[in-house]
């Protein structure tokens, strides 16, 4: 699973960038791509159970608290709101920038870390992904998070352009959304700095690793 995610997220980001470079226009790249992000980050509802279940050891909360704003986007902005503005923007581009290279991180370091436990050798971790996995979060984050408050913001006037009592109340709900994110972004980047301090704290205590 590991593996299978790392590769489609490797994809789906060289796919935006090689479509921005051909057609340039960002809502042609929009349209040619975001089913296959949408696919792929479907994908993730996976993590929510094998958390709930305990089959790895990622909190529960912080994984569906990542896994439904994502939804939020792909879902509730992208399939239902196509016009809205956001989505032909810069911030499609960067969302799939932070979403892309954290994921492939995260699912590489995941593999190896699985596969060498599996040889009993804990050191066969590339230190470059592995300080990449409790780092680079520190700009991805931001960058990730703005990139969606921003399409969710343009969707909210998408929303209340359409006719209906549906529309009207699904504007309301993703104005709901973007106040939400306010503490949920403190929550899950609190509990990457915790995973970033004790990634440290081990290293210090660790015997110098080779580095690549």
Known sequence: ???LS????SFALLNVVATA???GDLRTVFKLTHVWT??????????????????????????VMQVTSRLVVVLGVWTLLPEAAGNASYAYLSVH????????????Y??????SQQQGNPTTVPPTLEWLRYNAFIVLYPLGISSECYMIYYAV????????VFFAAYALFLCLTLVLYVPGTVVLFSHMLKQR?????????APAKKTL
């Not at 790392?6 to 997220?9: N, S």
Request: hydrophobic letters at 50%.
């Open 1 to 3: 699973y590991n593996l």
């Open 21 to 23: 470079g051909v057609f």
């Open 197 to 205: 301090a004790k990634f440290n704290a081990q290293r210090r205590q």
């Open 157 to 164: 006037a998408a929303a209340a352009a359409r006719d209906g």
């Open 97 to 108: 920038v932070a979403w892309g290279l954290a994921e492939v991180v995260r699912y590489y």
């Open 38 to 63: 949408t696919a792929i980050q479907l994908l993730a509802v996976v993590e929510i159970y094998n958390s709930a279940t305990g089959l790895v050891r990622s909190p529960l909360f912080t994984t």
């Open 6 to 9: 790392g590769c489609l997220w």
């Open 110 to 115: 995941y593999a190896t870390n699985l596969m």
